[in-house]
Structures are given as structure tokens and as C-alpha cells.
């Protein structure tokens, strides 16, 4: 009896300490998204005030349908309104808002919810993460914002306890118009270059990779809130990491230094006291507070020392742990009214100038980090985002064995989504704001409207961009991926923003990451002659990379990356699926084009980027198949290149190289190693093998093999193996070394150039390269395709379509590893692309992560490729294809 009894005592308990820990969570991160069942209508088709829109007797009935977050345009093109503007000529068929008139993107947005009135001291806030570019905003029948909401880039919080209908059922009423100047999108960087004098993107209104986007990106483009707190709202938790001395990226750690304030807001008529709460890693920081009635105050806490912390090192360097830090505020030290979780990478930023290379040095935990980056514009042009693509992006980043992303001025601070996934993968950043050297005046340009010193000033509101700077701070600073503030692209931001942005904004708020004024300043950089610069743009022959010396931290070099017949398919209609023809030197423009292509190619941004002289030695294309295939030898050699000359002069040269660009956000043909579409080229993978931690190379100019070592720790003990190998098949041993390397160093290893000019003089031929540790294992495997004697790739044309022996498995759901073996006595399969494909379209699964691609297999070899992909629910099992270079193209099926 007296069990029974106290068993349901125990029950009525724990249902009591249930309902008690639920009254004390009602606040805590109560938060959700409005991101359906909006609707929205041209405010030329509504002739009623927002005070009567946002009331419940409005119909809206005819209404459209909205996507937010989003744009009017991308709502429109939801709606079948407007063609998709990323398919050949479409973005011509579209109003542009320079034409149409500021009225005629000019929209309402509408949203029913529930949200009950709160109990006793509750509150009830409406944020919104960004709007592009002004807006009202009406709840039940009232204004919600009393002074004016502008800017694109601030986040606006608004308390709406007060203004909740009785009844439970809410109507948000939202009319969003375009910048105040939208600008000429005459063809110019940036237009006519007016779209600065707002505080917006630049690119949308048009760049040399992009054509305009013709609303600019009206709209609510990100994420709306309805947050439930207490008496008492926690906003901007700030958290920093010191990690004093050397460390290394394994084994046990001194301890690091934790520094953390919160910003707290008492909304009550009445004193609230309590505690501020935060537990890292087990370890709980509090600190008592008084807030008096209708205040704000930011609290900080007394610092914590971490022992043996769990640190996080960029891409290629070390793990990127992270902690989950809680933050809180209890009422009276029991009730809970807000909180906040923080994930906190415990690392140190340090930077110094390197009086060798004459340029600046990046150091994570003390530990000096080659930079090799890459130039980012933004996910997406028409400004959707979203977690998913985001990951994906930041993820070939990674397998491109980058570790910097820079992102460029004429953009956005990207969202917190964005730096999730750098976090996750190790990408470092290098955030630029919004200025640009074409739109802000750095240089006279007959494309821009108003004259060189007027430019100078934009953009018109200098507080608005310190405002909204200060927000943008706030939002990313704890990201332990962000690295570097920069004032702006290629040029500063004028004096009266610098100068509070430099001095005062990011000390205060930040004051943990180098900010540099702009993008090659010389604070950056400095060549032999004392100035610093970027580029060059274009494709250039591979020994330029290697004996040529440039910025030595150059922030943009490169430009190629024209994706193969797929991708082309993707943006091309059938009638310009022709390939550029080549225009002899002799019968070129002076100053003109050395490529002729068709329009929508040009449009496509092609531009005549300079591939002849590269093709052409592979024989003149016969289709745009084989245009488009004989590219990515270009792309592949390229930024294999690129890295590979670099890396050859690391610390002697440079301290980093970051190249324009890696990715597009609409279906451009400049710069990227995948296209919009997150297919990879081969730039991708030449790329990921020029970039390896640990890497053998050969210098095509002189010969010289050399070896890098971007790591922390020596390798003792590692083989140099070099084969040569001629179209039959036939293999010579050229090299077979130990190598002994000291971190972060590279070394000379010796001249092999006479013996490959001759192995290759009659038809061209193979070197490999192959680096091996103590236990045979393939560390680092390169092969280049050589030239025969008069700069022609003839013997490629030689190679016979020979299959590979396949096998495939799934290891588990998403991943597989293919298995592909070549004969011993046969030619190398050269340039193997291997595509996961729908079984019964046969096109491509997109993202996929192949971890090689446009590879090659040497006779009697065996090569292993894992792919990882996210599998469709319910979707048959897929199948892979496999083509080469000689035309030779197998189907694969995937053992389950």
C-alpha cells in the first residue's frame, strides 16, 4: 500500500516539476519563423492604408501568393509570372525597375498568424532579419514602426505585446519598396553606378559576371521571427576566445580565455533583478543584475579559464570543435525569461606584417596559415537561401582544399547561415562591407553617371551604413570563421564612415580580427615597387603562375571556368549549343575579342575569356562537346597551376592568394569551379589537387620537382616517386627519393626537365607524381599531361576508347565507393568524369561530392572514388556514368 501510495506521489511530483521547468522554459528560445501563407499584391493595385490592410475585415481575396523570405521577383517567378530569368536571354523579357518605375516593384505583403496575448510580464517581439530596401509596417489595424525603416542590411526588432489582437488571430501588413536610387543598368560595373547611394548590393544592377537583377532584390529577403521572451529579452551575446602562444592541433591544450557580455532589455514599468547565466563546457559563469524599469544595459560577465580546450583550427589544419554556450536570464535567480545559445569555436586570430614576402601573415592559435582562398559573390543573385545550398557551397570550399572565402564588397554581409557552414567546414572569412571601387569612384568611368568625387561621397546616408555596419557586427562576430573586416572592394569607404567604422565600431564591438581599410591595400600588400594591386584576370600560360611574381597577398587572380556540355545545356537553348570560333591574331580588332561567340553566350558573360590559345593546341573543337571538353583541360591545368606556383614560393613570395572567383550566383561563364547549378568542373578538381596540405609538383618551365608541406608537423620518411609514361602505355622510372619536409615549408628536389622534354618530344606524354608514406600509402597523387616538341597535345588524340573494370557499392544510404582498375599492359584512362545520374533520365543528381574527378588511371593501377549525395525519399537507386578523354563512356550500376 505505502509503495503504491508513494508511487503515485513520485508521479503527481514529477508531473508537478514538469509543469513547473515548462512555465520556467515558456521564454527560453520561444521562437518561430513566419516563412509561409504570405500573400502579397503591387501596391498600384491597393488603394487601401495599411491601418485597414492589416485588419481583420480586409479581404484579400485575388491575392497573390509570396514567397518570404524572398524578393517580388522571385515571388513573380513562383507565380509563372516572369520567365526564369538564368535561362538564355529570358532576363531581357523582364521589366527593369529603371524603366518601370520604382512603383511598379513596389509590393504588399500580407501574413495571418496566432499568437496569443502573454501571461502577466510576457512579451511578444517581431524581427525581421532584412529588408531591401524601405518599408511600413501595420499589425491589427496599427503602425508598428515609428521612425523610418531603411536599409538593407539592419535587423529591426519591434515589441508587439501591445499591439496583439484579443482574439489570438493577428494580420501583418508589410509594404516594401525599392532602393530610393536604383540606377542604369547601362552595362557598367554597377551600372551607372547610383545603386551606391543606397546602402544595398551593388551587383544588382549589373556586373561583368552578371547581368541586372531587375526588381534589386525587393523585398523581405530574410528571415521573419515572432520571438515569445519575459519581463526581460537577452539580445547580442558576445563571446571571445583568447588562445595565448603556439598550439598545436593535437593533444592536450593550455588553458584559453573566455570573455562573454549580453545585452539585456527590461520592458516593464518596474525593476527587474536577477541573474545572467551562461554554462560552457560545464563550467557555469553568473553575474547578478538590477535593471531598472524600461531600460537596456549590457551586462559582462567575469572571464572564464578553459582548461584543455577543444580548439578550432581552419580547413586542412585541425578538427573545427565547437561548443555550445548557454545563456540566460532568470527573474529573481528562478525565473526564466530569456536565452540564447551561442556555438563557440575556441581560436585566436592573429595577424603580423612579414618583412620577407612584404605582405600581411594570417596565424590561427599561433600557428602561421598559407592563405588559399577564394573570391565569393553570394549564393544566390535573386537572394535564395537557404541552409541547405548554403552547406553544399561551403562544402566544395572545403574539398577544394581552400581555407579562406573572401567575400566580395558589392554584395552583402553574408547571413548567419552562411558562416554555420564555414564554421562547420573550417573556411575562414574575409568580410568585406559595402563599397566598390567602380560604383564609389576609385577610377573615371564614361559608364557612370556622376563624376569621380561625387562618387566618392556615396552612399547618401553615412549613418545608415554605420548603423547598419554596427547591426552586421553584432550579427556574425561570434563566428569563429570569420577572420577579417574590410572596409571595402578596392577601395575605402569615405573618411567620416571610416574612421568611426575603424576606430571606434569594430573596437568596441568586436575588437578581436584585423580590419583592413580595403580590399589591396597596402596595408595588405606591398609588391617590389611598394604598391599593391590585384589580378591579373584571364587565362594564362601555367609558367606565369611559377616564375612571374605578383601581389604577395593578392586578393583576386583568375577568371576561367566554363562548365562541360551538361552545364551549357543548362542555360543555352539549343540554337546557341554552338562553340566559339576562334579569330586568327592576324584578322582580330586592334583591342578586340580573340574569341567570337554566340549572343547569348556574351550575355552568359563568356566575353571571349581567352581559351583559344590554350584549346587549340588539343586541336581546333570539332563540336561544342568537344569545346566543352577540351576546356576543362584548361580549367584543370589552370587553377592546378595556380595553387601549384603559389605554394612554390611560400613565405619567399606570398603569404596567400585568393581567386576571382570560385562560385557564381546566377549562370555566368566567368569564374567558378561549379556552375549555378552546384555542378563542379574541373576547375574544381584541379584545384583540390594543387591545393593538397601535402603535395608534390612539377615547375613546367625549368623542370624543378618541388614538394610542399602546408602542415603544422614534419613528415619524415616520405617517398618521391615519378613515372613517365608514353600514349602506348609504356613506363619509365624517372625518380624514386625519400623526402624529409619541416612544417609549413616547401622544397626544391631537382631538375627532371631534360628527360621529359625528351620522353615527350614525338607525341607528349604522362608524368606522374606520387608521394608515399612509411607504409606505401598514396599521400599526394599528380599527373600532368605533357606537350610533344612543338607545344601540341598530339599523342591525346592517339588514346584508344579502352573501358575500365568497375565495381560500385553503397557503403550506407547516400554514400559510395566506386572501384575502377585498368590493365596492366594498356594506355593511361585519361581524364575519367564519373556522374551519379538518375536511372531513368540519365542526367545528373545535383549536389554530389565526388572526393576526385577528371581523373586518370595508369595501367595496372587501381583507383577508389567516393561519392557522398543526399539520396531523395522514396527514389530509385541511381547509377553512375563514366567517360574519358578517348570517347570511351560505361554505365556502372551500385551494388546495395
Known sequence: MFKTTQSQWLKKLCVLLVLLTTAGQLFAQDQYELNSGWLCMPATRVKAQGTDISGSSFSTSGWKKAVVPGTVLTTMLVNKEVPDPYFGMNNNLIPDVYTAGRDYYTYWFVKDFKEALPAADGQVWLKFRGINYSCDIFLNGKKVNAAPFKGMYLRKSFNITKLLSKTGTNRLAVIVHPPDVVGNPNGGQGGDGTIARGVSSQYTAGWDWIRPIRDRNTGIWDKVFIERTGSVSLDNPHVISLVPGKRKAEGAQEPALIKVTAELKNSTAKEVSGNLVYTIDGKKVMKSVLLKANSAAEIKFPDLVLKNPKL???????????????????????KLTDSETVSVGVREIQTEWN???????????????????GNWIMSDAMLRLTKERYDAEIRYHRDMNLNLIRIWGGSLVERPEFYEACDKYGMLVFQDFWMSGDANGRWVDPMKAEDQWTRRKYPDDHNLFLESAADAIKMIRNYPSLAIWCGGNEITPPEDILVPLRDKLLPELDGTRWFVDYSNSDDMSRNTIGGNGDGPYGIQNISTFWNTKTYPFNSEVGSVGVGDLESLERILPKASLVAPQFIPADKREPKGPSEKADSVWDYHNYLGVGYEDHILPYGKPTSIGDFALKAQLVNYNQYRGLMEGFSSHMWEWYTGVIIWKTQNPWTSMRGQMYDYYLDPNACLFGLRSGSESLHSMYNPEDGMVMVVNNGFEARRNLMLVIKSYDMDGKESNLMQVFCFMDPSSHKRIGSLKKMVDELSAKKGSFLSMQLLDENK????????????????????????????????????????????????????????????????????????????????????????????????????????????????????????
Open 355 to 373: 618583412m620577407v614576402t612584404s605582405s600581411k601573415q594570417i596565424s590561427v592559435n599561433g600557428q602561421k596559415i598559407f592563405i588559399k582562398g
Open 777 to 896: 600509402k598514396i599521400l599526394s597523387d599528380n599527373l600532368y599531361w605533357m606537350a610533344d616538341s612543338k607545344g601540341m597535345y598530339s599523342g591525346l588524340n592517339d588514346l584508344k576508347a579502352a573501358p575500365l573494370k568497375t565495381s560500385a557499392k553503397q557503403l550506407k544510404n547516400g554514400k559510395i565507393e566506386v572501384t575502377l582498375a585498368n590493365a596492366a599492359n594498356g594506355q593511361v584512362s585519361f581524364f575519367n568524369r564519373i556522374s551519379l545520374v538518375d536511372a531513368n533520365t540519365k542526367q545528373r543528381i545535383l549536389p554530389v561530392f565526388y572526393d576526385d574527378n577528371y581523373f586518370s588511371v595508369l595501367p595496372g593501377a587501381e583507383k577508389k572514388v567516393i561519392i557522398d549525395y543526399t539520396p531523395e525519399k522514396g527514389a530509385a537507386m541511381p547509377v553512375l556514368t563514366l567517360k574519358n578523354y578517348a570517347g570511351n563512356e560505361q554505365t556502372i550500376q551500385i551494388n546495395p
Open 312 to 334: 578550432w583550427w581552419p580547413a586542412g589544419y585541425g578538427k573545427q570543435d565547437l561548443y555550445d554556450l548557454k545563456i540566460s536570464f532568470l527573474e529573481k535567480g528562478t
